[in-house]
């Protein structure tokens, strides 16, 4: 069964730009509770027309956002220039985005799972929700399902305020 605060529609016209991060703030913590491992969460999406980590589920995840977005190349910019998903099971095997991977496996990291955040019909991403795992696994099955509700719901919240800022 899924959570309540996936499946329950976000219509609360009354939020501002500021509210609207502490809602995703607080649906990602949730959401890293509810997957096998509680894996870190993050978001980087376009805030004032530039890419910016906006929401992290811990510090760590707020450090692994912003060392994603000092490279030219990473996965994070891969799943938004794609508007696809990308996952990496192993970062110590992973031979894309080199400079990038290695400074995440410094940092901690071994996997992550990036999902584009999508608003409207033109399936344009507007950013990223990525879960980071300090532990060689795969993001999939249930797993991938509660990431996409998240991803989701996050995007319904971020939507109105990031296509005015792009």
Same mark, same amino acid.
């Given at each position: 069964?899924? &959570?309540?605060?996936?499946?329950?529609?976000?219509?609360?016209?009354?939020?501002?730009?500021?509210?609207?991060? /502490?809602?995703?703030?607080?649906?990602?913590?949730?959401?890293?509770?509810? #997957?096998?491992?509680?894996?870190? /969460?993050?978001?980087?999406?376009?805030?004032?027309?530039?890419?910016?980590?906006?929401?992290?589920?811990? &510090?760590?995840?707020?450090?692994?956002?912003?060392?994603?977005?000092?490279?030219?190349?990473?996965?994070?910019?891969?799943?938004?220039?794609?508007?696809?998903?990308?996952?990496?099971?192993?970062? #110590?095997?992973?031979?894309?985005?080199?400079?990038?991977?290695?400074?995440? #496996? #410094?940092?901690?990291?071994?996997?992550?799972?990036?999902?584009?955040?999508?608003?409207?019909?033109?399936?344009?991403?507007?950013?990223?929700?990525?879960?980071?795992?300090?532990?060689?696994?795969?993001?999939?099955? &249930?797993?991938?399902?509660?990431?996409?509700?998240?991803?989701?719901?996050?995007?319904?919240?971020?939507?109105?305020?990031?296509?005015?800022?792009?």
């Amino acid at each position: 069964m899924m &959570p309540q605060f996936l499946t329950t529609p976000a219509t609360d016209k009354r939020l501002g730009l500021d509210s609207k991060y /502490v809602v995703v703030r607080q649906l990602i913590a949730l959401a890293a509770a509810q #997957v096998p491992g509680h894996p870190a /969460v993050g978001i980087t999406t376009y805030r004032r027309g530039e890419l910016a980590a906006v929401a992290a589920s811990t &510090p760590r995840a707020q450090q692994w956002e912003h060392a994603q977005l000092t490279y030219p190349a990473g996965p994070v910019l891969e799943c938004l220039v794609t508007a696809c998903p990308v996952t990496v099971a192993d970062l #110590v095997v992973e031979h894309r985005w080199a400079d990038c991977i290695a400074r995440l #496996v #410094v940092l901690g990291v071994r996997s992550l799972h990036c999902q584009p955040l999508i608003a409207g019909r033109d399936r344009t991403a507007f950013g990223v929700l990525t879960f980071y795992s300090p532990y060689r696994t795969s993001f999939g099955g &249930p797993t991938e399902r509660i990431i996409q509700k998240v991803a989701l719901r996050a995007a319904t919240i971020l939507a109105r305020d990031t296509a005015i800022t792009a």
